[in-house]
């Protein structure tokens, strides 16, 4: 049974209602707006296609008031291939679980068409579908046997088999059964934002309230002054700060603050701040970055090969050896969804939509890609199969679109022919694919997407770097880094450069320019990166286990049972989370968090701050 659904779940459902509700309304906003732009061709083919629109407007009472008539007017034939269009169209997306409900419905929708035609006297016209289907239906066996022979019976309505489908209340209740059918199915689909301008709206003025509120609550109180209106820093901070006390940290070098002088003149701000208060002066890089709080949680109980943050880091999606997903908030008061799924299917990549962010991406041993949506709890899947390139090696969800990039190789542990596609997460179809092949073999590969997933790069295990346009799919750049374990790479902030990281702990800027020449090299102390072989084998890091902040100023790594962090300009560890018990199976990042997956059926979750 679906568990309740949470106030934020509710939200979107119930904004994603009034959406679809609102569709006409929608519909003549584009239209007024097509107007202003004096888009008249374009209008014109808006309404060419909402006249043959067979989703009618998703106005569920539309589309099974269309499949009963088809039905009861004995068109057969209008009636199949408008169930087959929605088998497509929404049925065939559905997880493998609602496959015997729509199967049930088929069987209704084909029952009333055949008491129909005995109703109207037109036998024949049972004969006839029966010629041509009668062996399928046969096929299937159980209570469909004595369908077979309907037509031969002298007065089907007073037999048993038959007696509760000649009934005008068999008849209404198909129909509300399938319109509810189809209305839940409708709300947990990825609409468009435009449909969702309700949700948005209601957002909007909470967010007005807030601001308000928080603004009567600064009222009266007394602000603080510029620089400019105090006589010197001692008194600003006297003012308004109170005393100060400095923390004296054994690790780092503090200011002599007795001997600083009494006056320092106002032409330099930061250092008479800094001379006031006694700053800390420390030998240790800007911006490092500590770990102010970790928590750990048993969610599992058996290995989590595969662990992502949500794109604001407000919810957890694991799964584990035992194909348990779960979906949870790592923060006790969260009031988001918390769901457990037991899935029938191995899941091998897993992405969360960067527009979407309820939705959640997994990519099957099959190569099917399923989507979940989090505020239902409902799962579909979209077949995008390929017979040959069906191991995945990566999976990266754009920033600005629901589109996703897939990098499958033919073989599991041989990453030199490669299958890139582009797939549109809302539309359910591949945008664009590109085979990529290299002469030498790679036992591995890994990829990033930048900003607004235009550009993606690709490293492969034996130290080929590969830019290319996911626009046109033409390679702009490459670059041979001449190091043979490669396992991550990320754009840099500017995107004028790639970092790539090597198995044994290696780190490597490369520039993107016409030169593509190696602008920093250093190396993470995660063991002895210049003697390969004292680097034991549960130390060496693959794709799964390095994360690079949003900032790029930092990279987490975990090369054994904990995470490590290290500054990325000075490659200086700046702090290390806890261990585990067993190894860290993969990390995530997002919003100042990172999580750790262990053998051990745990995850810890780091918050950090920068000092």
């Known amino acids: ?48 296609d909402l006249l043959k629109d067979q989703d009618k407007g998703f106005h569920a009472d539309k589309i099974v008031d269309e499949l009963l008539a088809m039905a009861t007017e004995l068109r057969v034939d209008d009636l199949l291939k408008y169930w087959e269009y929605l088998s497509f169209r929404f049925f065939s997306h559905l997880s ?34 029966l010629d041509v289907h009668g062996h399928t239906l046969g096929k299937q066996g159980g209570d469909w046997i004595p369908w077979l022979a309907i037509e031969y019976f002298e007065d089907p309505a007073s037999r ?6 000649f009934s005008d209340k068999w008849h209404a209740s198909l129909r509300t059964s399938l319109i509810d059918f189809i209305q839940t199915i409708f709300p947990a689909m990825a609409v468009p934002r435009i449909m969702l301008f309700d949700k948005e709206r209601r957002e909007r003025e909470e967010l007005q309230r807030k601001v308000k509120f928080y603004e009567s609550q600064l009222n009266g109180e007394t ?22 006390d400095i923390v004296r940290n054994p690790a780092v070098k503090t200011a002599d603050v007795a001997g600083l002088p009494t006056a320092v003149s106002a032409e330099d701000d930061s250092a008479v701040i800094s001379q006031s208060l006694g700053v800390i002066q420390t030998d240790e ?10 928590d750990i949680f048993l969610e599992h109980n058996s290995a989590i090969s595969l662990a992502k943050f949500s794109v604001t880091g407000d919810l957890i999606a694991s799964y584990d050896d035992e194909s ?98 582009i797939w549109d997460a809302n539309a359910s179809k591949t945008l664009a694919s590109k085979r990529l092949n290299v002469p030498v073999e790679s036992q591995g590969i ?64 490369w ?44 990279v987490v790594v975990a090369p054994r049972d904990q995470c490590l962090v290290f500054n990325i300009d000075s490659a200086a560890m700046t702090d290390a989370t806890r261990r585990h018990k067993d190894l860290v199976l993969c990390i995530d990042y997002a919003a100042d968090r990172s999580l750790s997956a262990s053998e051990d059926g745990t995850i810890r979750v780091a918050q950090y701050r920068k000092v």
């Open 160 to 165: 048993s088999e038959f007696e509760v489908y």
């Open 223 to 244: 602000r603080i002054k510029s620089l400019e209106t105090v006589a010197c820093a001692t008194s600003l901070v006297e003012d308004h700060i109170g005393s100060v």
């Open 285 to 294: 890089p800007p911006s490092l970055l500590k770990i102010s709080r970790e």
């Open 511 to 554: 520039s993107l320019r016409n030169d593509t020449s190696m602008l920093a090299e250093s190396i993470l102390g995660i063991g002895t990166a210049s003697d390969r072989g004292a680097l034991a084998a549960d130390s060496r890091l693959d794709g799964s286990r390095v994360a690079f902040t949003p900032d790029r100023e930092s």
């Open 446 to 509: 890994s990829a990033s997407l930048n900003h607004n997933g235009n550009l993606a790069v690709l490293a492969y295990s034996t130290g080929l770097v590969r830019l290319f346009d996911t626009r046109s799919f033409e390679t702009i750049a490459k670059i041979d880094t001449k190091q043979h374990d490669v396992c991550s790479v990320e754009f840099s902030l500017d995107e004028d450069s790639v970092m790539a990281v090597t198995e044994d702990g290696r780190l490597t800027q």
């Open 1 to 48: 049974m679906m568990p309740p659904l949470s106030p934020a779940m509710a939200d979107y459902v119930q904004s994603a209602k009034a959406g679809i509700e609102s569709m006409e309304f929608i519909d003549d906003l584009i239209r007024e707006y097509l107007l202003f732009r004096g888009f008249k061709s374009t209008l014109q083919t808006l309404e060419d």
């Open 96 to 129: 493998p679980k609602y496959h015997r409900t729509t199967q049930m419905f088929e069987k209704r929708m084909i029952r009333l068409f055949l008491v129909s035609a005995i109703k109207a006297n037109e036998r024949r016209r049972v004969r006839q579908f």
């Open 324 to 421: 348990i997903l779960k979906v949870w908030s790592p923060d006790p008061l969260s009031s988001a969804p918390k769901l457990k799924n037991e899935l029938d299917f191995t899941v091998n990549a897993m992405a969360w939509d960067r527009k979407h962010a309820h939705l959640l991406y997994l990519y099957d041993e099959d190569g099917y890609i399923h989507t979940l949506n989090t505020n239902s709890n409902l799962l579909s899947r979209n077949l995008v199969f390929e017979k040959r390139y069906q191991w995945i090696q990566s999976m990266r969800a754009s920033s600005v679109s629901s589109t996703l990039l897939t990098v499958c190789s033919s073989k599991p542990e041989n990453t030199s022919d490669l299958l890139l596609k």
